[in-house]
């Protein structure tokens, strides 16, 4: 068929195996090998869970303190340095 | 890991010397082997390695629960036992084990006693595999 490629970009292919992106979570949050290797699988699902949890938890914190720092913003008058004729026009 | 036996089935050919002369017969042995259970994600790893027609359905650990939920674990047809044998495979970390054939090598499925022992080690491995964890909730 025209266009088609002897490779299969298939969805499917391209996902990453679930053990990949375990050991991908274990470098992001520093588990040690010793530790991978001797925790039993589920234990190791939960501390990474645990680790997803409490890093979404600190996301949502600062997407909090930043939507509220920039409420703040708009509410505050805005004050900029004017012009000593600016000034007089203004006093007039 | 932990540290548990398999029972297995040997088959040799021995010679023996008879009046009428000298036969070749099978010599069938039952022993037990012990063997290191793997319950690390090193488990999942071979799970995804050896069996990924199975690791895209499912995890090992979810095929464990859902085998025991549904009781598949104590079926003695060979089916059913050979999907749990690909399982256990995956638990189990040994030299003597290279490949999945040279471990179903070791069992003797036409035989129904040596079956059902299978069976029962089977059902003690995923209670112990799947019980192994500190979050289980038989520890929690």
């Known amino acids: ?92 | 890991m932990i540290k548990t036996t398999l029972p297995i089935i040997e088959k040799t050919l021995v010679k023996e010397t008879t009046p009428d002369g000298e036969k070749e017969q099978i010599k069938i042995t039952e022993r037990d082997i012990v063997i290191t259970l793997d319950t690390s994600v090193y488990a999942e790893e071979r799970w995804e390695q050896n069996f990924p027609h199975n690791a895209e359905k499912e995890t090992l650990f979810a095929y464990v629960a859902r085998v025991q939920k549904s009781k598949q674990d104590k079926a003695t047809d060979t089916a059913n036992v050979l999907s749990n044998l690909k399982a256990i495979y995956c638990f189990i970390e040994s030299d003597e084990v290279a490949t999945f054939k040279e471990f179903c090598r070791l069992f003797d499925l036409s035989d129904a006693r040596h079956t059902e022992k299978v069976v029962n080690k089977i059902v003690y491995i995923f209670e112990l595999v799947s019980e192994g964890g500190t979050a289980s909730p038989k520890n929690s």
Request: proline share 2%; glycine share 4%.
């Open chain 1, 1 to 92: 068929m025209k266009g088609e490629t002897s490779f299969n970009y298939n969805k499917k292919n391209l996902t990453m195996p679930r053990v990949l992106t375990l050991y991908q979570k274990c470098t992001e949050y520093n588990i040690q090998g010793c530790l991978i290797e001797r925790l039993h699988y589920n234990d190791l699902l939960l501390l990474i869970y645990s680790f997803d949890i409490e890093n979404l938890k600190k996301q949502i914190a600062t997407a909090k303190k930043m939507r509220q720092i920039s409420k703040g913003k708009k509410n505050a008058p805005e004050i900029r340095d004017v012009s000593q004729a600016d000034a007089l026009k203004y006093l007039k």
